[in-house]
């Protein structure tokens, strides 16, 4: 069992894939998080943003996305839409302040991506960074599992 | 080891839509700012239908201008669901609590949301269940009783749920009850053979339920507390 423990977090490793200890939700190594269970991946002063897997499984299914309009400002720690899965509309916050230039338009089609992709197909908005040192206060994948983890043990 | 969780109860009997919505407006940010503890408004409001974020007002079968006339209002919300009718002698729970404090996402919160209810509904021997997928709320066979519309800011909720107690049901045929044709709506006092009490013990009943699920150890009861002046300060 403890081999086979090993084997897997190893391969995770290689795949770039950090499997916290339970296994539940994963967490992608390259990218930067809060502990609003968003995400951002930053490509020099662009930052694409969604929402966790952990966030997405405790979500529930998605059925709505609100997105914000291109052009509109978000700041750090502030809210920029909402998702609404199991009649719970959720705000989403910004890592990052700046200004949006891109949202994900196919989730207002097909809101359950942010469920089947989080990381990838279920991106939602893409921001020009107005404040690069914001960058600094962001958990990376390790310090976002550890924190997971410890939320999920309060109940 | 857990920590002890203060639960504050405001017992506010009936409160205007629109009143209640700017008091959770004022709780909220006080709850965000650690100036209060976790808070829940028991209540029940006057005739009035509501819509959530995805204003889906399809569901609404009659024009907003009869409305008047049934003397009902209609609000547009930032809460999660479909439309909805609140009204007497339905018993509405407003949470106002930090999900992050207690590790809880919004689809754990709902489930507790719906054994609240079904919990109270076990009370009179009526056995009730948590709707499936794409139909959240609790329901007696295919009749629903319980409905839940929430919103989660920052991880603080507002918004809750609303038990019928005995409404009058004939107010629920002017809409698509929560976007779900062909189900009907039902109560407590439809589904029982009990006499029932006071309103004021379900109420009372509803609130031990929650605080029991959500792990409250200690309630602070506020009857016929007002609703906040505009000091911001209450009391």
């Known amino acids: 069992m403890a081999g086979g423990l090993l084997w897997a977090t190893r391969a995770a490793s290689y795949l770039r894939i950090s499997v916290p200890f339970r296994a539940f939700s994963s967490v992608v190594k390259d990218l930067k998080y809060v502990d609003s269970h968003e995400w951002a991946k930053v490509d020099g002063n662009l930052a694409t943003i969604g929402i966790t897997d952990h966030a997405q499984d405790h979500l529930g299914d998605v059925v709505y996305v609100e997105l914000p309009e291109v052009g509109a400002n978000v700041s750090q720690g502030g809210s920029f839409g909402a998702v609404e899965s199991v009649k719970a509309t959720s705000d989403i916050n910004s890592p990052v302040s700046g200004k949006v230039v ?26 020009e960074i107005s404040n690069p040192s914001e960058l600094n206060s ?6 976002y599992s550890k924190f997971c983890e410890e939320e999920d043990a309060k109940h | 080891m857990r920590v002890p969780r203060s639960l504050e109860v405001w017992k506010m009997g009936t409160v205007n839509y629109l009143d209640a919505l700017k008091l959770q407006d004022k709780l909220i940010s006080r709850r965000k700012t650690h100036k209060i503890s976790d808070t829940v408004l028991s209540l029940q409001h006057p005739p009035t239908y509501t819509l959530g974020k995805r204003r889906t007002d399809h569901n609404l079968l009659v024009p907003e201008s009869d409305l008047k006339t049934i003397g009902a209002e209609l609000h547009y919300t930032q809460r999660g669901g479909d439309i909805t009718f609140h009204g007497p002698h339905q018993a509405i729970l407003y949470p106002i609590i930090s999900l992050r404090d207690i590790g809880l996402g919004a689809r754990n919160y709902v489930e507790k949301l719906e054994l609240t209810m079904i919990e109270l509904a076990s009370l009179y021997g009526v056995k009730a269940r948590a709707g ?16 839940i519309g929430v919103r989660i800011s920052s ?21 698509v009850p929560c976007g779900i044709a062909d ?17 004021e013990v379900i109420h009372e009943q509803l609130i031990s339920c929650f605080a029991r699920l959500f792990c409250f ?8 507390a007002p609703i906040l002046p505009d000091n911001g300060e209450a009391e």
Do not use: C
């Open chain 1, 102 to 127: 891109e949202v994900n338009e196919e989730l207002s089609s097909s809101p359950g991506l942010v469920n089947g992709s989080p990381y990838e197909k279920g991106w939602i908005i893409k921001v």
């Open chain 2, 183 to 199: 189900k009907e709506v039902t109560s407590l006092r439809r589904e029982t053979d009990l006499v029932l009490p006071t309103e």
């Open chain 2, 217 to 224: 150890s200690d309630l602070i009861w506020k009857e016929d």
């Open chain 1, 138 to 143: 962001l958990m990376d994948s390790e310090q």
């Open chain 2, 132 to 147: 499936g997928v794409g139909e959240t709320g609790v329901w007696v066979g295919e009749r629903k009783i319980g409905a």
């Open chain 2, 155 to 175: 991880g603080i909720t507002s918004h809750g749920l609303a038990f019928n107690i005995d409404p009058d049901l004939n107010y629920f045929k002017h809409i």
